[in-house]
Nanobody
Framework: QVRLVESGGGLVQPGGSLRLSCAASGFTLDYYTIGWFRQAPGKEREGVSSISSGLGGIYYADSVKGRFTISRDNAKNTVYLQMNSLKAEDTAVYYC??????????????????WGQGTQVTVSS
């Protein structure tokens, strides 16, 4: 059974950092493209970053470029999202999602097959 579990969210002050984890089970992560998405109250779910399968690329939304870093540890079947210099506008529920094969560009929700339950990130003083 395919399962994705996010962790690492929480409350952080502006300028702070968090590292989100997306632990996968039931499938081999290396064959899948993993995307991170976020959804703030009253807004649509938006793509934040993705890391493609195999030697595929890494992509970031302009709003997080230079502050967020996505990485994967295939041995642990886990993808990470390191978030630095956090801003109030980064506040949202963050989701990871998976799709088989290579996907390029900023992730869009309809492309992805499997979703985690989400983790809340709140940036506030």
């Amino acid at each position: 059974q395919v399962r994705l579990v996010e962790s690492g969210g929480g409350l952080v002050q502006p300028g702070g950092s968090l590292r989100l984890s997306c632990a996968a089970s039931g499938f081999t992560l290396d064959y899948y493209t993993i995307g991170w998405f976020r959804q703030a109250p009253g807004k649509e779910r938006e793509g934040v970053s993705s890391i493609s399968s195999g030697l595929g690329g890494i992509y970031y939304a302009d709003s997080v470029k230079g502050r967020f870093t996505i990485s994967r540890d295939n041995a642990k079947n886990t993808v990470y999202l390191q978030m630095n210099s956090l801003k109030a506008e980064d506040t949202a529920v963050y989701y990871c999602a998976a799709v088989f094969g290579v996907r390029r560009g900023i992730p869009t929700p309809f492309q992805y097959e499997y979703w985690g339950q989400g983790t809340q990130v709140t940036v506030s003083s």
